[in-house]
């Protein structure tokens, strides 16, 4: 995979990305970090937190609720205290800003706008057919 770096395992940013990123690591206080039975409870609880928070998340994905943020906000605290959330909890950023880029960008929109546009003509075209056949009568109150 081509990083856009020569240094192996090293990722190239933009200058302005990179001065954003916080470091990797544990944002635990400095008095949990020195404890060492502290900090693995500490971890434990910002698991328990995050897992009951991303568990929520899940069950509200097929119920009403905004089930994607929630999850996401599991992952952000997670990512308070796990490397590898906060790896891709960046993954996602990224994908997200890209998405959005691309969402902006005019030919992208004109497309949209057409699609959208043709969909909503071929729906007006079946309820009208549908309004001439049948009137205004409920699909379930048809005799015929």
């Known amino acids: ?47 328990v937190v995050g897992l009951a928070v991303v568990a929520a998340g899940v069950v509200m994905l097929p ?8 999850i996401f906000g599991g992952m952000a605290i997670w990512a308070t205290e796990f490397v590898w959330a906060q790896l891709v909890l960046r993954w996602t950023k990224r994908k997200v800003t890209e998405a959005t880029q691309r969402a902006l960008d005019p030919k ?7 699609l959208t546009t043709v969909g909503l003509v071929i729906v ?21």
């Open 1 to 47: 995979m081509n990083t856009g770096s020569d240094e192996l395992g090293e990722v190239a940013m933009a200058d302005d990305e990179a001065k954003n990123e916080r470091a990797l690591g544990s944002r635990a206080p400095q008095f949990i970090k020195a404890r060492r039975a502290l900090h693995v409870s500490w971890q434990v609880g910002v698991f």
């Open 63 to 70: 119920l009403p609720g905004p089930g994607w943020l929630v």
């Open 108 to 114: 992208v929109r004109r497309r949209n706008i057409i």
């Open 124 to 144: 007006a075209v079946l309820v009208g057919v549908y309004l001439w056949k049948f009137g205004l009568a409920m699909p379930w109150n048809i005799n015929e």
